[in-house]
C-alpha cells in the first residue's frame, strides 16, 4: 500500500500529483499491508535526505498507551493480526475506528503527519468456519406429487403434470397423457 505524505502539510494525500487530503483509510483486520511511504513535495515525488527512516503507526485513540499495530522503522509491513486488534473485535463489531500517524526523519530530525482517521474492517472470513450444509431444494418427488397431500413442497412443470396425469387416471378422464421422465 503506498501511503502519499506531503512534505509541507504532513498530511496524507490522494497521489503525488494530488494535493487534495485524505478523509479516512479503510483498512481489513488480519491483513498484513505492505507500507510504501511516498513523499511528496509541490505535487511532485520528492527524493527524502539519505537515511530518511519512516514508522507508521494504528491506535484506536489518542490515549492509549499500546498501539493496535505497528511497523518500525526499517519495518515494510503493518501487521494487522495482533492481539490488540483482536482485542478491539472481542464484541464482533462490524468495524473498529482507529487513528494512523507516520514518524519520519532523516538522523537527528523528526517529524509526525497529520493523524489519520481509519476504518478497520472486521474479517468476514475468519478460516475457522464449516463449510455451508446444503439446502434440501424442497423439491415434490412424483410419488408425492401425485399423492397431492404435501403442502410445503414445490412442484416442476414436470411433477405439476405427472399430479394432473395421476388425478386424471384415478378420476376416469384419459385424455392427458403421462409424459416419460
Request: hydrophobic share 45%; charged share 20%.
Amino acid at each position: 500500500m503506498k501511503l502519499f505524505l506531503d512534505l509541507k502539510n504532513r498530511r496524507f494525500v490522494k497521489s503525488a500529483a494530488s494535493n487534495v487530503a485524505l478523509d479516512r483509510l479503510v483498512l481489513k483486520r488480519r491483513d498484513t499491508l505492505p507500507i510504501e511511504v511516498v513523499y511528496v513535495e509541490n505535487g511532485a515525488v520528492a527524493t527524502p535526505p539519505v537515511g530518511t527512516t519512516a514508522a507508521v503507526g494504528l491506535k484506536a485513540k489518542f490515549s492509549d498507551s499500546n498501539f493496535l499495530a505497528y511497523a518500525a522503522p526499517g519495518q515494510t509491513n503493518l501487521d494487522l493480526n495482533t492481539l490488540p486488534v483482536e482485542a478491539a473485535f472481542s464484541s464482533n463489531p462490524a468495524t473498529v475506528s482507529a487513528l494512523l500517524e507516520i514518524k519520519w526523519g532523516a538522523p537527528g530530525t523528526a517529524h509526525r503527519t497529520a493523524t489519520l482517521a481509519v476504518e478497520l474492517q472486521n474479517a468476514v472470513i475468519t478460516g475457522d468456519e464449516g463449510t455451508p450444509a446444503a439446502i434440501p431444494d424442497g423439491k415434490a418427488t412424483q410419488t408425492e406429487a401425485e399423492a397431492g397431500t404435501d403442502n410445503a413442497k414445490w412442484m416442476t412443470p414436470l411433477r405439476t403434470v405427472q399430479a394432473i396425469s395421476a388425478f386424471n387416471s384415478s378420476a376416469g378422464i384419459g385424455f392427458m397423457p403421462a409424459p416419460t421422465p
